[in-house]
Nanobody, 123 residues
Framework: QVQLVESGGGLVQAGGSLRLSCAASGFTFSSYAMGWFRQAPGKEREFVAFINLNGMTTDYAHSVKGRFTISRDNAKNTVFLQMNTLKPEDTAVYYC????????????????WGQGTQVTVSS
């Protein structure tokens, strides 16, 4: 069965960096696009970053563009999110997702999700 396991979250001061990982199993990882989303308390899950199946195409939410970088290692079935210059408003649970069925900005268009990893940025 499809399994996505996020790791790398934690508590960091504003201006710091974190690198999130999402280890995938149960499907042919190199055949699927991957996405990162986040959800803050009381808010809807929102798009963060997208990467296509071979890593040649990426896209980012306006709020993280220039600070976050998505990448993937198809040999290790893992997708990463490098987060730099973190801000308190980046505080959220971060989720990876796979098996896209439409517009990648929309959480409802991704079929499988990990359990999430908490990122907390202190001011």
């Amino acid at each position: 069965q499809v399994q996505l396991v996020e790791s790398g979250g934690g508590l960091v001061q504003a201006g710091g960096s974190l690198r999130l990982s999402c280890a995938a199993s149960g499907f042919t990882f190199s055949s699927y696009a991957m996405g990162w989303f986040r959800q803050a308390p009381g808010k809807e899950r929102e798009f963060v970053a997208f990467i296509n199946l071979n890593g040649m195409t990426t896209d980012y939410a306006h709020s993280v563009k220039g600070r976050f970088t998505i990448s993937r290692d198809n040999a290790k079935n893992t997708v990463f999110l490098q987060m730099n210059t973190l801000k308190p408003e980046d505080t959220a649970v971060y989720y990876c997702a796979t098996k896209l069925t439409g517009n990648y900005y929309l959480a409802a268009r991704w079929d499988y999700w990990g359990q999430g990893t908490q990122v907390t940025v202190s001011s």
